[in-house]
């Protein structure tokens, strides 16, 4: 075993502080990684604050996270020391399973996630808010070396979080996409579908954002507090992609698709949310979610990103700052995503 420094909630709504414990000991098939980055998803907010369900204390979030190999066991073929590597939401998978289903394998028993989760041997796991982490090499992923480390982190989960969805229903030329939301998820929509060859469009609750998507790759720029514009789009969009968490009327924009269209959440409202039987019928629309994506999904995300340089919009922060980048990261006052340089937590 091998003693980490990191960052924990020591308990649900406390505020995340320094923290060591000890990382199992790297097994024939596991790789280990000094962790360089980690990105700060808004989901380590709702697990710290146990806001999900009940969380494992202490908890050390981060499930975006880039490092360095420092060290492969002798069964891992994949990788080197040295070598640029990702580590996303999940570090096990179909553990009760005869084979591993590697194309739906984050939908199924035995997913075992990052952090806040107990791992094959019953112990907690812990995440990317910390110095190193081990993992079986069949759960590390390729980072492209030309990507600004930092800035690839967030495509471990904002990224893939996007790129499934979009694949899935087969965004691409000829096809008219809405992004609902420009924040960590959303921008990352953009830069995807615009990069895939949609044609994109933000929904955004005001104009405050409008240069931002176009920068980013929008064709098209909506606010959703003017009520013309659910006339003007009315029957629109192939597909939908809704980022935001805010208890929008999810039967407006079930408005804006075509016949045969779907609208795709990935965000995660407090609440239920009502939808009319008559908001889906009479256009054969489709109400979908989607989560995350396979490790081997989550790859082809990577290599793509790598193909057309595309990273996130991020801000670093320095470990210290984490409990303030939280309440900023709750008021969206961040564009468009927050990444600690985990080298800060050998600060005083």
């Not at 024939?28 to 989901?43: K, N, Q, T, W």
């Not at 790759?217 to 659910?230: C, K, L, V």
């Not at 999810?250 to 908001?279: C, E, Q, R």
Request: hydrophobic share 40%.
């Amino acid at each position: 075993m091998t003693l980490a420094k990191a960052y924990a909630a020591p308990s649900p709504k406390a505020p995340l502080e320094p923290f060591t414990f000890e990382r199992r000991a790297p097994n024939e098939d596991d790789v280990v990684i000094d962790i360089l980055y980690s990105g700060v998803c808004h989901s380590d907010i709702h697990q710290v604050r146990d806001e999900w369900f009940p969380g494992i204390y202490p908890q050390v979030p981060g499930h975006e996270i880039v490092g360095r190999v420092r060290q492969v066991g002798k069964k891992v073929t994949k990788f080197k020391e040295g070598d640029t590597v990702g580590v996303g939401c999940f570090v096990d998978s179909c553990v009760n399973c005869q084979t591993r289903d590697e194309d739906r394998e984050q939908y199924l028993p035995g997913l075992i996630q990052t952090y806040n989760n107990l791992d094959a041997d019953g112990q907690p796991t812990y995440g990317g808010y910390s110095d190193h982490i081990v993992v079986k090499e069949g759960y590390v992923l390729r980072v492209p070396d030309h990507l600004p480390k930092d800035a690839a982190a967030p495509l471990l989960c904002a990224g893939i979080t996007l790129w499934s969805p979009l694949k899935h229903w087969n965004a691409g030329p000829g096809k008219k996409v809405a992004i609902i939301g420009l924040g960590g998820l959303g921008h990352m929509g953009v830069k995807l579908a615009h990069a895939l060859g949609a044609e994109v469009t933000v929904l955004s609750q005001s104009l405050a954002k409008k240069d931002d998507a176009l920068r980013l790759g929008a064709d098209h720029y909506y606010p959703t507090n003017d009520a013309e514009t659910f006339k003007t789009l009315a029957g629109t969009f192939d597909l939908i992609i809704n980022t935001v968490s805010a208890p929008i009327d999810w039967n407006a924009y079930l408005g804006l698709l075509k016949v045969d269209g779907t609208m795709v959440l990935v965000g995660v409202p407090d609440n239920p949310i009502p939808v009319h039987a008559f908001s889906l019928i009479p256009g054969r629309k489709n109400l979908a979610g989607s989560m995350i994506g396979s490790i081997k999904e989550t790859q082809e995300m990577l290599d793509f990103c790598g193909e057309h340089n595309i990273v996130s919009d991020i801000e670093l922060i320095d470990i210290q700052d984490i409990n303030a980048a939280y309440e900023r990261v709750i008021k969206s006052d961040v564009r468009y995503r927050f990444v600690i340089d985990i080298a800060s937590l050998n600060k005083a």
